[in-house]
C-alpha cells in the first residue's frame, strides 16, 4: 500500500512522462530504492536522499514535508523538522533575498 509520500513521488513522475529508470539516473538513487519509495515498501526516507528527490523534481523540500507528516509509521521530530525548517529558510534567504554565499560553494559543486 502506498503512503502518501509514495503517491506524491509516484505523481510527480507520471507527471513528468519519466520512467523510474530516469529518475533514478537524475538522483543518483537506486532504482531499486525509488521503487519501494513509490510502492510504500520504504517507510523512512533520509535527508539526504529527500533533498535529491527535491532537487531532480525542482520542488522545495519543505513540499515534502506535509506528506513525510502524513505517514504513520515515522512522525519527524522536533529536531528533524526544526532542520528542515532552518535549512529551507537559509535557502529562502541566499536565493530570493541574495543574503550571503553560504550556498554558493555547495551550488557550484553540484552544478560544475
Do not use: C
Request: glycine share 6%.
Amino acid at each position: 500500500m502506498a503512503t502518501p509520500l509514495g503517491q506524491e513521488l509516484r505523481r510527480l513522475r507520471l507527471e513528468r512522462n519519466l520512467r523510474l529508470e530516469e529518475v533514478a539516473k537524475g538522483t543518483g538513487i537506486t532504482l531499486q530504492y525509488l521503487s519501494m519509495l513509490e510502492k510504500g515498501d520504504r517507510k523512512s526516507v533520509s535527508f539526504e536522499i529527500m533533498a535529491d528527490i527535491s532537487r531532480f523534481y525542482g520542488v522545495p523540500l519543505d513540499y515534502f514535508a506535509a506528506f513525510l507528516k502524513e505517514e504513520e509509521s515515522k512522525q519527524l521530530s522536533d529536531v528533524e523538522i526544526m532542520l528542515w525548517q532552518a535549512i529551507n529558510e537559509k535557502v529562502r534567504e541566499d536565493i530570493y533575498f541574495k543574503k550571503g554565499n553560504s550556498l554558493k560553494g555547495i551550488f557550484s559543486k553540484l552544478f560544475h
